[in-house]
C-alpha cells in the first residue's frame, strides 16, 4: 500500500501541475482580452467562458493534492484538545465520512454525466460544447479523493493512537 501511495502522490503532483498550467493559461486569457478590448481590438468573446471553466477545473483538479498536503480545509482545535485516543477516532469518523461522501459524489456525479450524454445536452453559451464534457471530471475528482481517504486511513492506521501529523498544515 505505501507504494501504491507514493505512485498515487506523484499522479497527484502531475494533476496539480496541470492545475497550475491551467491558471497560467486563464491569467493570459484574461490579460489578452483586456489587452485587445483596451486597445480597440474588441477583446476575446470566449475569455469569461473559459475563466469559469477553467476555475471549476482547477478546484476539481487541485483538491484531492490539497487533501493529501493538509491544505484542505480542516479544523482541528477540538483534536487537539481530546486525549489521544479520542482524537484518533475523531481521524477515523472524519476519514470515514469523507471517503463516504466522495464515494457518492463519483455515483452521483456518474449518473449525472451519464443522462448528459444519453439525452446529448449542450452547452449553449459563447462557446457551444456538449455538457458532460464538463460533468466528466466531477466522479473522477471525487473517485480520486476516495483513493486519497483510503491512503489517510492506511497511514492513519499505521500512525501513533493520536491527532494525525501528517497531513496537516499546521502543527
Not at 474588441?42 to 491544505?71: F, H, K, N, V
Not at 481521524?91 to 463519483?106: K, R, T
Request: aromatic residues 10%.
Amino acid at each position: 500500500m505505501g507504494r501504491m501511495s507514493n505512485v498515487f502522490g506523484r499522479v497527484l503532483e502531475s494533476l496539480m501541475l496541470a492545475a497550475c498550467l491551467l491558471l497560467l493559461a486563464m491569467t493570459l486569457i484574461i490579460g489578452a482580452d483586456v489587452i485587445t478590448r483596451n486597445t480597440g481590438l474588441g477583446g476575446i468573446a470566449w475569455s469569461g467562458e473559459a475563466s469559469e471553466d477553467i476555475i471549476y477545473l482547477l478546484t476539481l483538479m487541485a483538491a484531492p493534492w490539497l487533501l493529501r498536503q493538509g491544505q484542505h480545509i480542516r479544523v482541528d482545535i477540538l483534536l487537539r484538545a481530546l486525549p489521544g485516543k479520542a482524537a484518533w477516532l475523531m481521524e477515523w469518523a472524519g476519514d470515514i465520512l469523507g471517503l463516504a461522501c466522495s464515494l457518492y459524489f463519483v455515483w452521483y456525479g456518474w449518473q449525472v454525466l451519464a443522462a448528459s450524454y444519453a439525452a446529448g445536452a449542450i452547452t449553449i453559451k459563447t462557446l457551444i460544447t456538449p455538457e458532460w464534457w464538463m460533468l466528466a471530471p466531477l466522479p473522477a475528482s471525487f473517485l480520486l479523493l476516495a483513493i486519497e481517504f483510503l491512503c489517510r486511513m492506511h497511514r492513519l492506521a499505521r500512525a501513533e493512537r493520536v491527532a494525525r501529523t501528517d497531513a496537516v498544515s499546521a502543527s
